[in-house]
C-alpha cells in the first residue's frame, strides 16, 4: 500500500514538473501573428491550421486570425497582434492596397512582416513575400485551355468568356495576365472569340472572389449572349470561387454541350465538380508546402539566419522588390486528381464523395 502511495506522489510530482515545464517553455517561447482574410473560402482554413501547427510543432506561439473579408476587421486584428508582442506578422490581406497605417506601427515596433500569397503593396513594412507562382497558375489555366481546344491545330473559332477575382488582390494581375500571354495571340487571331466582349481584367474581376457575384454575372451573360443557342467553349476563370459560381450559372441556364473550365485551389466544391464532369481543372497550391516556407522564414527571422529566397526580380510593391519564395502550382483534373489529391494525403477518396 505504501508502496503504491509513494509511486502515485512520485508520479504527480513528475507530472506537475512536466507541466510546469510545458508552461515555462509557452511562456518563454516568441509570438508570431498569422491574420487571415476569411474563413468562408476553404483554402484560407488549410493555410491558417497549416500555419498554426507547423509554427507550434517548432515551439513558437500563434495568434491566428480570419477577418470575415472586412478590411477594419484585418486591420484592427493586426493592431492588437503589434500591441500583443507578437515577433513577425503573416500576413494574407484582405485587400493588399489597405493596410499602410498599420504596416507603419509594425515597422516602428521592427516587427517583420510577410506577406503570405497576397503581396501587401505600397509599404516599406514587408521584408518577405511566401506565395505560389501566379504567373504560372494563369499559365498553366491558358495553357489547358490552348491544349483541351487544340487551338493550334482546330479550324475553331471557340468561343471563350472570361472571369477573375478581387481588383484589391494584386494576385489577380499574376493570374489574369499570365492566361493572357497564352490566349491573346489566339483572340488576335480570331482563333478565340469573346462574343460578350468582355476581356479586359477591370470588367471581368469579381469584388471578394464572391461566388454569388460571378453566378449573377454568368447568369445575365449566357441570357445575353448565348440565349440564342450560342456554344460556349471555354471559360478562363482564375480560381475556384469564381469557378463556382460559372458552373452554377451554367447548371441553371444553359443547354449546350459543356465548356472547358478553370480553376485554381482544388476546393472540395470543385473537385467534386471535376469528378462530375463540370469544372475541367483546377490549379493545385498545396498549402502544406506554402505554410512549411513561411515557417522556414519566420524561424529564419527569429533566429537571425537566411530566410529561404528563390525569387529576387518579380514582385514589386510599389516600394521596391520584395524577396520572395514561389512554390510551385500544377494542375489537376480529372485524369491525374486521384494522384495528386489523394496520394499525396491531401484529401481522403471518401471527402471528395
Ligand atoms: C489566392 C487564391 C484564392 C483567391 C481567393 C488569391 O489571392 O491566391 O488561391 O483562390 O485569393 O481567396
Do not use: H
Not at 487571415?36 to 491550421?49: A, F, H, I, S, V
Request: net charge negative; with cysteine.
Amino acid at each position: 500500500m505504501k508502496k503504491i502511495l509513494s509511486l502515485v506522489l512520485v508520479m504527480s510530482l513528475l507530472l506537475s514538473m512536466a507541466m510546469v515545464g510545458a508552461t515555462a517553455m509557452a511562456e518563454g517561447s516568441q509570438l508570431v501573428g498569422v491574420a487571415m482574410p476569411t474563413k468562408d473560402l476553404q483554402r484560407w482554413n488549410q493555410d491558417g491550421e497549416n500555419m498554426k501547427a507547423q509554427l507550434e510543432a517548432v515551439g513558437y506561439q500563434v495568434d491566428l486570425q480570419y477577418a470575415s473579408n472586412d478590411i477594419s476587421t484585418q486591420v484592427s486584428q493586426i493592431e492588437n497582434m503589434i500591441s500583443g508582442g507578437c515577433e513577425v506578422l503573416v500576413l494574407a490581406s484582405i485587400d493588399g492596397e489597405s493596410l499602410g497605417t498599420v504596416m507603419s506601427q509594425a515597422e516602428e515596433a521592427g516587427i517583420k512582416v510577410i506577406a503570405y500569397d497576397r503581396l501587401i503593396m505600397n509599404s516599406t513594412a514587408v521584408s518577405y513575400y511566401a506565395t505560389f507562382d501566379n504567373w504560372l497558375v494563369g499559365v498553366k489555366q491558358g495553357e489547358y485551355i490552348r491544349d483541351i481546344l487544340d487551338l493550334d491545330n482546330a479550324e475553331g473559332p471557340f468561343n471563350i468568356e472570361f472571369i477573375t477575382g478581387d481588383p484589391g488582390d494584386n494576385n489577380i494581375n499574376f493570374f489574369f495576365d499570365g492566361a493572357m500571354s497564352i490566349l491573346q495571340p489566339y483572340l488576335d487571331a480570331g482563333k478565340l472569340v469573346c462574343p460578350s466582349g468582355q476581356t479586359e481584367k477591370a470588367v471581368v474581376a469579381t469584388a471578394n472572389w464572391a461566388t454569388d457575384a460571378a453566378q449573377a454575372r454568368f447568369e445575365n451573360l449566357l441570357a445575353s449572349y448565348y440565349g440564342d443557342g450560342t456554344v460556349l467553349n471555354a471559360v478562363l476563370a482564375s480560381n475556384d470561387s469564381t469557378a463556382l459560381g460559372v458552373a452554377n450559372a451554367l447548371a441553371s441556364s444553359y443547354t449546350g454541350e459543356y465548356p472547358v473550365l478553370t480553376g485554381q485551389d482544388c476546393d472540395v466544391a470543385s473537385v467534386k465538380n471535376m469528378i462530375a464532369g463540370t469544372q475541367s481543372m483546377s490549379i493545385f497550391k498545396d498549402t502544406r508546402t506554402l505554410a512549411a516556407k513561411t515557417v522556414e522564414m519566420v524561424d529564419a527571422i527569429l533566429k537571425g539566419t537566411e530566410p529561404p529566397i528563390n525569387d529576387t526580380q518579380t514582385y514589386d510593391n510599389g516600394t521596391g522588390i520584395i524577396p520572395s519564395f514561389l512554390c510551385e502550382p500544377v494542375f489537376a483534373d480529372i485524369n491525374n486528381y486521384k494522384e495528386i489529391l489523394i496520394d499525396s494525403g491531401y484529401y481522403t477518396e471518401d471527402s471528395l464523395k
